[in-house]
């Protein structure tokens, strides 16, 4: 089974910053099966990127995925005021599905 | 426009039981392969099962095998959730959400409100 952690917890910026989010898996999984969720309070979770790097439809370009093998990471170029928020990192293999814990990127 | 919305959660006893549903619109149900996903109070996502388009294959986490069972009613638009034999550890809400094979593979692209399920005696 794989598992998924997720660094740092939190992650506390201020607007305008760069933000750098870590996934790493127990062992080494297919690109095309990773994928990143944003989800705000009270909220569903929105899927950001889809094979690790693939940005979902209406997703703003700031957002960016990149990464192979055990280690991937989301980035946000310039935080804006709606993307302080917990994002999950997702992996789908053999018809199961494992999260991450998530990282708060929460306001400095 | 795409839209989830489950219901049926609520307040149970445990090893009682409970049926979620979710009803779907806005896109082609029968087409899609379909998962339940829930979140702890704690605030984790677990993914608790998923059911191919046709209701042929269905899967699920080990925590809830032999206790859950996920079925579709493509005529219906519908996807459910049996709870059977529930445990204080299944409180959680959740989600009904789609999981598409081919335009985002492995993900879940939609997802309804969540309804609330606490398990309490």
């Known amino acids: 089974e794989i598992v998924l952690t997720q660094s740092p917890g939190t992650l506390s910026l201020s607007p305008g910053e760069r933000a750098t989010l870590s996934c790493r898996a127990s062992?080494?999984?297919?690109?095309?099966?990773l994928a990143w969720y944003q989800q705000k309070p009270g909220q569903a979770p929105r899927l950001l990127i889809y094979?690790?790097?693939n940005r979902a439809t209406g997703v703003p370009d700031r957002f960016s995925g990149s990464g192979s093998g055990t280690d991937f990471t989301l980035t946000i170029s310039r935080l804006e005021p709606e993307d302080f928020a917990v994002y999950y990192c997702?992996?789908?293999?053999?018809?199961?599905?494992?999260f991450g814990p998530g990282t708060q990127v929460d306001f400095k | 426009e795409v839209q989830l919305v489950e219901s049926g959660g609520g307040l149970v006893q445990p090893g009682g039981s409970l049926r979620l549903s979710c009803a779907a619109s806005?896109?082609?149900?029968?087409?899609?392969?379909m998962s339940w996903v829930r979140q702890t109070p704690g605030g984790g996502l677990e993914w608790v099962a998923n059911?191919?388009?046709?209701?042929?294959?269905?899967y699920y986490v080990d925590s809830v095998k032999g206790r859950f069972t996920i079925s579709r009613d493509n005529t219906k638009t519908s996807l459910y959730l049996q709870m059977n034999n529930v445990r204080v550890e299944d409180t959680a809400m959740y989600y009904c959400?789609?999981?598409?094979?081919?335009?985002?593979?492995?993900?879940?692209?939609?997802w309804g409100q969540g309804t609330l399920v606490t398990v309490s005696s």
């Open positions: 959400a789609r999981a598409p094979r081919l335009t985002t593979p492995g993900t879940f692209d939609c």
């Open positions: 806005g896109f082609l149900f029968r087409t899609y392969w």
């Open positions: 059911i191919k388009e046709d209701g042929s294959e269905k």
């Open positions: 062992q080494s999984v297919r690109s095309t099966y």
């Open positions: 094979s690790a790097s």
């Open positions: 997702q992996h789908y293999a053999n018809s199961l599905f494992t």
